[in-house]
């Protein structure tokens, strides 16, 4: 939808608002016309692209729109649709990336879901990828997955954070992603 107003070159044109303090909206034109750049600047700022920018700047004034009620003081509305942008926008990002990274999924399955039939094959491979591991990644995958401890007794036993311990434990899985095919090789 083309909801945005654009200057020469295809740029967004800069929101021109420097209304007292006093200013009344009395109607919801003259919201749109006012704050729709600004609104789309700040969506753009977040997102990276015109695209999501757009949609996010209509869907912020779509939310305001079921809410707003005039009369209304232009600074009272402004900070509203901030607040609604900046609503609209956590939303973006949660609806987004909902998918966890790979060591949370990880994390909720139990230690046996993840081994698959025993094979020496298997564990030999296993046992090579491990090998090429950088030492803090190989004991994160061996304490996790071989011994089956949990994040919290992962971390109490490096002496490092949770958090941490799920960052080292996605890194490591990645990194014996990659050299899974060195050792196939």
């Known amino acids: ?21 006093t200013s009344i909206y009395t109607d919801w034109e ?3 016309r006012d704050n729709i750049v600004g609104i789309y600047q700040l969506a753009f700022r977040r997102v990276g692209n015109a ?15 079921k809410t707003l009620r005039f009369p209304a003081p232009v600074h009272n509305v402004r900070a509203y649709l901030v607040k609604t942008a900046k609503t609209v926008l956590a939303d973006h990002w ?13 994390e909720q399955l139990p230690p046996d879901g993840l081994a698959g039939p025993s094979s020496s094959v298997a564990s030999d491979r296993a046992e090579r990828v ?5 030492d803090q990644f190989r004991r994160v995958l061996e304490l996790r997955f071989l011994k089956g401890y949990s994040v919290r007794e992962v971390a109490h036993e490096l002496g490092v954070t949770e958090s941490n311990v799920r960052v080292l ?3 490591a899985l990645r990194k014996a992603a990659e050299l899974e095919g060195e050792v196939l090789g």
């Open 30 to 32: 003259s919201v749109y």
């Open 1 to 21: 939808m083309g909801l945005i107003a654009f200057g020469a070159g295809g740029v967004p044109e800069p929101e021109i608002a420097n209304e007292p303090q």
């Open 130 to 134: 491990l090998a090429l591991l950088p």
């Open 51 to 65: 695209a999501d920018a757009e949609d996010l700047a209509e869907d912020v004034l779509i939310r305001t729109l």
């Open 94 to 106: 949660r609806n987004h990336y909902a998918a966890q990274n790979v060591a949370l999924e990880l």
């Open 169 to 171: 434990q996605f890194r």
